[in-house]
């Protein structure tokens, strides 16, 4: 698969609505999500973590408040995304690291 909106709306449909009511920002948060995660550092979960990463920048739109889980901003994406750095072996090249 692609770091692409088809395929991060293959993984998380939940947000194909979000792409139908605003068309460029699924485009946008991936862009943003890229950001976060290294291809060489996260290697074959590299597209994972873009989609895990999108998907809680997504929730935590104004379009996402029925995504998350508290008050204090936490959603199940970056729950995942959190834990999918910590399994990385390279955590310190990590934007947003632990």
Not at 44 to 67: C, I, T, W
Not at 73 to 90: I, N
Request: charged letters at 25%; proline letters at 4%; aromatic letters at 10%.
């Amino acid at each position: 698969m692609a770091v692409d909106v088809a395929s991060f709306v293959a993984v998380y449909p939940e947000f194909r609505e979000t792409g139908e009511l605003v068309p460029d920002m699924l485009e946008r948060v991936l862009r943003d999500a890229r950001a976060f995660c290294s291809a060489r550092v996260w290697g074959d979960r590299y597209e994972a973590g873009v989609f895990a990463k999108a998907a809680h920048l997504l929730a935590m739109s104004p379009l996402g408040e029925n995504l998350r889980i508290d008050a204090k901003q936490q959603t199940a994406y970056g729950v995942v995304f959190a834990e999918m750095v910590k399994a990385l072996p390279l955590r310190v090249l990590v934007a947003g690291g632990f």
